[in-house]
């Protein structure tokens, strides 16, 4: 890259491809204004308010957020994030991948009489707001964000989990396993990928006096269980291995020094219980994926979950297009794979941030009431 404003062209002009605003013809403004504001915000961790009064040359606050509130529908939103996640990305995925889906679960400590519409958990006992479920594609250690999926109340893991296997099932790719975290561990979870005929290693919860029998006692060993489904009053039972590792280190878990770990997991090349935990941690990569988001994500305090999905959304697209050009125009090609020149997130953000007060003219200096002193040269 030649310069940081062409990392925000970049992204500009990714949104302004496949995001079509409709603005009035007499309205000053244009798209590329709002979708720099909305960058330069999310680089910056700030409100779209805060960037735009500390710019010269930014729209009106008020303008872009109208804009960007109605201009974006949840169900249209949904589909947008998705095609903008997956563009560019799906150039990098090799013959064979392995994906992970996620649900992040934020609990909710508003009035009571403002949860209508919010996700419950069957593990939480209150309602909980701000619910995204993500699928990740994980490539050498890297991770790229498929899809995303914000959860209301009625939906369930179950019609999440079809979503994402619909997804899988569209790319010109083979998914070698799928990995899951214990909120998609029921029967039709796992009755979905087994007639998907995916590999999988899901996380399982301590669900009846059986299972936690097994967890209690004993060394690493292969059982088999099952679980019992109900939809539309019919009945169906689900059958699948578990694998129990046992864990011992001294003094680290209990008075006898044993953790004993469960993942639901049928897959070819997992053999051992201690296999299908090295296996499943591989999904763990996605807790800094989070992380990552908290670096660069536009503050808010608005209750309308649509706009807060879609900061979300764009702070899962910088991710993206920081692998993305990190692999294809920083990494030099050579015989046996590129090489990655040293280009932290970090970094990349501070550029497009710096890119967007530059387009936007923020305030780098402040009025004073004397003439500065020696003090301030040198």
Sequence with gaps: MKSEDQLLN??????DEEVSLNLANNVEIDAEDIYEALFGATADGTSISTLCNSSEDSPSANTIL????????????ERLANTLLRRDIVELLPEQVEVCADLHLRPYYGDEDDTDGLYHSEESVGPLRSTLATLYARVRNKRYTLAVRRL????????????????LDGLDTEVRAVYLDRGFYDSKCLT?????????????IRWGEAIQQELSEGWSRVIQHDLTGKLDGHSWTVE??????????????DDHGAARHGYAADAPFIETPREARYHYSKRFGIESSYRLSEQAMAATTTRDTTMRLLYV????????VWRYLHYEYVATPRRGGRRLWRWPYKEFVNMVRRAAWMALAVRRAVPANRPPDDRFYR
Excluded: W
């Design 152 to 167: 209301d109340d009625g939906d369930t893991a179950s019609s999440v989990l079809a979503e994402f296997l619909g997804v």
């Design 313 to 320: 959304v764009v702070s899962l697209l910088l991710q993206n």
């Design 66 to 77: 109208y804009h960007l509130q109605t201009k974006f529908e949840p169900e249209r939103l």
């Design 192 to 204: 979905l990928l087994q007639t998907h005929n995916y590999a999988y290693v899901v996380s399982i």
């Design 10 to 15: 970049f992204l500009v002009n990714r949104l």
């Design 240 to 253: 699948f291995p578990v694998n129990i590792d046992c864990t011992y280190l001294n003094g680290k878990y």
